[in-house]
């Protein structure tokens, strides 16, 4: 099957990798992350506007809000129900439960500590056209993909503790204008990004077992990277460069 930003599987030659060369390969992608975009690395050293870190928490919303959904379409093509039983923690954890309100719910908090309102944060009113048409990509991907892809495919976890510990550790001092009860979503993942890749990580190893296949699986990841650095080139000629979408286009009379 051929999916939105991954091309067919194509014969490789050579033999399979070791499970730990394939890890370490998997685990490699990590300098395609998004902590290393332009815009990452300035936000984390406090050199963002006001404007631009509401911006990035307002796109960054609609990434949060479409996650339940990919993870729905994951579980949607997994026949195994003790899997199934186990991804679908991903789900709770974003859209929460009765005594935990889950990860939606946290980042509206930072929405709030950074000066946004609920209802501009859930109106979508300022999410960029690329950000959506990234994530959107990701879902559909999600929709379309075998379930082994599809958990291969959210392997960005790996890198994800390091860009959480960082936002804890620094965003106190060089943003101060933060309220710092809007970081409970940064602590919560630390642990939980931990438990899915865990599980991601055993699905891939175990699944992808011949070169070809670890290569498509390399592919997969890629693809997942490539969503998430395309949504800061979109937050980055916005709120970095000034350039809007239709920034240039004549207004309306």
Known sequence: ???????????????????????????????????????????????????????????????????PL???????????????????????????????EGGIEAWLQLGEAVG??????????????GVRFAVDAYVNFARRATFEEAACSSLTELFAPRIHQQRLDNWPEIYPWIDERGYRYFRKRLSEARRDVEHGLEVTLTHFT???????????????????????DAMWLAYIDKKPPFHCCEAPA
């Open 1 to 67: 099957m051929l999916h939105l930003g991954v091309t067919r599987p194509r014969p490789t030659a050579g033999p399979a990798w070791s499970r730990d060369e394939f890890e370490r390969r998997l685990r490699g992608k990590e300098r395609y992350y998004h902590i290393h975009h332009p815009f990452h690395v300035r936000m984390n050293a406090g050199g963002l506007e006001p404007e631009a870190v509401r911006g990035w928490v307002a796109n960054r919303f609609y990434y949060q809000t479409a996650i």
């Open 70 to 100: 990919k993870d729905a379409a994951v579980m949607a093509n997994c026949a195994d129900r003790d899997t199934r039983r186990r991804w679908i923690q991903r789900i709770i954890d974003h859209d929460g439960q009765t005594g935990d």
């Open 116 to 129: 946004l309102e609920r209802a501009a944060l859930w109106s979508e009113q300022h999410v960029l056209p």
């Open 210 to 232: 011949t070169r070809t296949a670890q290569d498509h699986a390399l592919e997969i990841l890629q693809f997942k990277l490539n969503v998430l650095w395309t949504m800061l």
